[in-house]
């Protein structure tokens, strides 16, 4: 997003054409204007800046191709016959040297044929000489909106490899850096970890990323769904059992904390488990030793226990349904996974993961999402969480076609019209349109943790622009 940085704030050479800039925003969009008439250059200068844009000018290519190379520059407006280089060299030298510009040809007579053929070569569009002013700001304009949409997937991407390169789980915000920092901390050690968090948080990606990083990590997590199973079942799942032991139990056969010895033992919906199944879990976690069902030898092991739940296990010592010597063994230390409609910033990132991974598995090159589909899944709330938008992202991917963006069409309709993140806000007439401003980027900012970034995204305003205003 051009907007994150820094804008090198150019001593427009538009000053010497009697075009003054001070007066713009600090995050104008900026334009260059490349043409060898010095009358034109002075005309767009004037109309441009006088509609809230920077305007940059170079008399030839070379002029504007070292302009691109100086400065940041959201879209060049070209002439394409002038000496030295021409649009058209300066257009694929440009592409390179600044790869987010957006190119817009300015045509005269006769060079409507070059200007198709500069549109192929990855030009906006063209306007052509004598052009009114209506156009020209409408074009540049379109062209503006597309390089912002394109930044703005663009900068998403590079903040997404970013974090890959770190590690798989997909989070930047503070309650889910948090998190990361707690578990990777702990995962070192063979103290028991709890997981908790509602469902779809993230607790068996967790799960999987402590055992990773753990001394453990070379062999396999192994999983029980303490769910899954009726009590005997996911007892001979746990310990094993002996010939015998239940009916069916034809044979012997090892437990999944004998299989997990010096490794990582991940108890899955671990609230679920029955209270006979409780005591023998304490008992494995205290001493480290259990009995197969129907068998009498002492099995030691050496098991790291993450156990995970979406229920309030707290509640449910209160209430009697799970003891409370478990809960303190199990608890020793405690991961709250924070949900998606607390983690705002998180969302986009997410979902551009999620959009490269569908990508990959149906053939797709899908580069993004439109601003009004962003809007819409910031805005959700997310009731089933990381998964719920997974999901959403897949279907998106499926129905979209090859390299379109993905826009409100393709998702699901409870993202766009349901229950909403953001509150309502209450302003009464004869508040001053200042104060309502400054009531409306308040509350956006609460509703994000105070995040400026993410308001400003949300807002549709630069961050820089929320900063100024608080001030
Ligand atoms: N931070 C993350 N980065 C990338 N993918 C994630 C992240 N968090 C969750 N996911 C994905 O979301 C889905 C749900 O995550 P997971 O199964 O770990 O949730 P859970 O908390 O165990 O849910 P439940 O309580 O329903 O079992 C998975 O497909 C997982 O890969
Ligand atoms: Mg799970």
Redesign the pocket.
């Known amino acids: 997003m051009t907007a994150d940085n820094p804008r090198k704030h150019p001593a427009a050479a538009g000053s010497a054409l009697h075009c003054p800039q001070d007066s713009l925003e600090d995050d104008a969009a900026v334009v260059l204007v490349v043409d060898d008439e010095p009358e034109l250059c002075r005309a767009l200068c004037k109309l441009l800046t006088r509609n809230g844009y920077r305007v940059l000018t170079a008399g030839n290519g070379e002029e504007g191709l070292e302009t691109l190379r100086r400065e940041q520059v959201d879209l060049v407006l070209t002439d394409l016959q002038m000496p030295r280089m021409g649009g058209m060299d300066l257009l694929k030298a440009g592409q390179v040297v600044s790869p987010g510009t957006e190119f817009v040809i300015i045509t005269g007579h006769g060079t409507i044929e070059t200007a198709v053929d500069a549109m192929r070569a990855g030009a906006y569009d063209f306007i052509e000489k004598p052009f009114s002013t209506g156009t020209t700001l409408k074009v540049v304009d379109k062209a503006l909106e597309k390089q912002r949409l394109l930044a703005e997937n663009r900068s998403l991407r590079e903040r997404l490899e970013e974090i890959k390169q770190v590690h ?4 930047a915000s503070e309650p889910m850096r948090r998190a990361l920092d707690t578990a990777r901390q702990v995962a070192r050690s063979t103290a028991t970890i709890l997981l908790t ?1 509602e ?7 967790f799960a999987s990323a402590i055992h990773r990083w753990s001394e453990r990590g070379s062999l396999p997590m192994i999983r029980v769904s303490c769910a899954a199973l009726p009590e005997t079942l996911l007892e001979a799942e746990l310990f094993g059992y002996e010939r015998g032991a239940f009916t069916g139990a034809v044979g012997q056969r090892q437990g999944r904390f004998e299989a997990a010895d010096h490794g990582t033992l991940f108890l ?1 919906e671990v609230g679920e488990m029955s209270p006979t199944t409780q005591v023998k879990l304490l008992r494995v976690l205290q001493e480290s030793v259990f009995e197969r069902l129907g068998g009498n030898r002492p099995i030691t092991t050496d098991v790291r226990v993450i156990a ?1 739940t ?1 229920s309030d296990l707290e509640a449910m010592v209160r209430e009697g349904r799970f003891r409370e010597d478990l809960y303190y063994r199990l608890n020793v230390i405690n991961i709250e ?1 924070p949900t998606l409609r607390s983690r705002g910033e998180d969302v986009l990132l ?1 979902a551009s ?1 999620f959009l490269q991974n569908f990508n990959r598995k149906n053939g797709k090159s899908i580069s993004g999402f439109t601003p009004e589909a962003a809007a819409a899944l910031q805005g959700y709330s997310w009731p089933g969480n ?2 719920e938008l ?1 999901n959403a992202i897949e279907r998106a991917v499926v129905l979209s076609k090859e390299d379109d963006l993905i826009g409100t069409g393709v998702l699901p309709s409870s993202v766009v019209n349901g229950p909403q993140r953001y509150s309502k806000l209450d302003i009464g007439v004869g508040v001053t349109l200042k104060d309502a401003e400054m009531a409306l980027i308040q509350a956006t900012l609460d509703s994000v943790g105070g995040d400026k970034e993410t308001a400003a995204r949300i807002l549709g305003i630069a961050a820089r622009t929320i900063y100024r205003k608080l001030q």
Do not use: M, Q
């Not at 798989?168 to 989070?171: A, E, F, S, V, Y």
């Open positions: 798989d789980i997909i989070g968090g469902s779809g948080t993230g607790k068996e990606v899955d995970a979406n996974l997410l993961h990381v998964r997974e």
